[in-house]
């Protein structure tokens, strides 16, 4: 697969996966959200706190997302979008235990405790909660019926959207050397350049030619410089994955540095010759 991109100048994944490698990214991720949810199910029940809840959303659909994207890595999967349905498996997994955790909590506090596994058990629990509401803002008027159904959406949404978008950004991120059979994970920053002053340089890096970075000498001008950020295989030459983007510094009307990146491009192919010479630029 990667010898028919070759001539493509940007970096695509393969797509390529084992079975044992989507068990692994899978099993993980699912064991991850199903240990995430149950907290956060009984988090969001003791707690107060509304702004706690909310981290704790964003914080259960993004560890069930990081975990995919652990399973992904240890298991090879070179395919974003399966990494991202992963991901929404995994979210769904971790929904389901927070709802189980949550019925625990609240049940745990009145007269029996119950762990209620099944779906259908659980989906006749929100249905009644939905009528009668037991929870709210202010506590003598709960919150049910359509608002209520309207937070389990937004709710849902976070952790099974969050962990598909955790899992295929970060895979989407990484390049895998398909050569060694390993990712592409040393990382090298090189020198800050200056800034074109032609813009055949940048045209040229769309196309895929850094023959014009070459050119630029290592230093900044008026705060604003090129930086290049390379990761490489490790174990052989010839994946080398550029990511290049226009660093612009300024201060505030406070005194305060200001940064602002824009990427020109990413994913770029380097030949091991082009890498060489731009390691070399530092001796400029
Ligand atoms: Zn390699």
Same mark, same amino acid.
């Given at each position: 697969?990667?010898?028919?991109?070759?001539?493509?100048?940007?970096?695509?994944?393969?797509?390529?996966?084992?079975?044992?490698?989507?068990?692994?990214?899978?099993?993980?991720?699912?064991?991850?959200?199903?240990?995430?949810?149950?907290?956060?199910?009984?988090?969001?029940?003791?707690?107060?706190?509304?702004?706690?809840?909310?981290?704790?959303?964003?914080?259960?659909?993004?560890?069930?997302?990081?975990?995919?994207?652990?399973?992904?890595?240890?298991?090879? &999967?070179?395919?974003?979008?399966?990494?991202?349905?992963?991901?929404?498996?995994?979210?769904?997994?971790?929904?389901?235990?927070?709802?189980?955790?949550?019925?625990?909590?609240? *049940?745990?506090?009145?007269?029996?405790?119950?762990?209620?596994?099944?779906?259908?058990?659980?989906?006749?629990?929100?249905?009644?909660?939905?009528? /009668?509401?037991?929870?709210?803002?202010?506590?003598?008027?709960?919150?049910?019926?359509?608002?209520?159904?309207?937070?389990?959406?937004?709710?849902?949404?976070?952790?099974?959207?969050?962990?598909?978008?955790?899992?295929?950004?970060?895979?989407?991120?990484?390049?895998?050397?398909?050569?060694?059979?390993?990712?592409?994970?040393?990382?090298?920053?090189?020198?800050?350049?200056?800034?074109?002053?032609?813009?055949?340089?940048?045209?040229?890096?769309?196309?895929?030619?850094? *023959?014009?970075?070459?050119?630029?000498?290592?230093?900044? /001008?008026?705060?604003?410089?090129?930086?290049?950020?390379?990761?490489?295989?490790?174990?052989?030459?010839?994946?080398?994955?550029?990511?290049?983007?226009? &660093?612009? /510094?300024?201060?505030?009307?406070?005194?305060?540095?200001?940064?602002?990146?824009?990427?020109?491009?990413?994913?770029?192919?380097? *030949?091991?010759?082009?890498?060489?010479?731009?390691?070399?630029?530092?001796?400029?």
């Amino acid at each position: 697969m990667q010898m028919k991109n070759m001539n493509d100048p940007f970096y695509r994944h393969s797509g390529r996966f084992g079975p044992v490698g989507m068990m692994i990214m899978l099993g993980l991720g699912a064991a991850s959200g199903i240990v995430s949810g149950a907290i956060y199910g009984a988090l969001i029940y003791w707690s107060p706190i509304i702004y706690l809840n909310l981290i704790g959303t964003i914080g259960a659909g993004f560890a069930t997302g990081g975990a995919v994207y652990l399973g992904a890595v240890i298991g090879k &999967v070179r395919s974003p979008i399966f990494c991202g349905l992963g991901g929404v498996i995994a979210g769904c997994a971790a929904l389901w235990a927070a709802w189980v955790g949550w019925i625990y909590a609240y *049940s745990a506090h009145g007269d029996t405790a119950v762990i209620l596994l099944k779906p259908c058990y659980i989906w006749n629990t929100m249905a009644a909660i939905g009528r /009668e509401g037991v929870w709210g803002f202010v506590s003598s008027n709960p919150v049910k019926g359509l608002e209520l159904y309207g937070i389990w959406i937004v709710e849902a949404v976070t952790i099974v959207g969050g962990a598909a978008y955790i899992a295929y950004v970060r895979v989407l991120g990484k390049p895998f050397c398909e050569r060694c059979r390993r990712w592409a994970g040393k990382k090298t920053t090189l020198p800050e350049l200056r800034p074109p002053q032609n813009a055949r340089v940048l045209d040229g890096l769309l196309t895929g030619d850094v *023959s014009g970075i070459l050119t630029l000498g290592c230093g900044r /001008e008026g705060g604003v410089h090129i930086q290049v950020e390379v990761r490489g295989c490790g174990t052989c030459d010839e994946t080398h994955i550029a990511n290049i983007s226009v &660093v612009a /510094e300024s201060i505030d009307k406070k005194g305060n540095t200001e940064t602002k990146t824009t990427h020109l491009v990413k994913n770029l192919r380097l *030949s091991a010759a082009d890498y060489q010479a731009l390691l070399e630029l530092k001796g400029f």
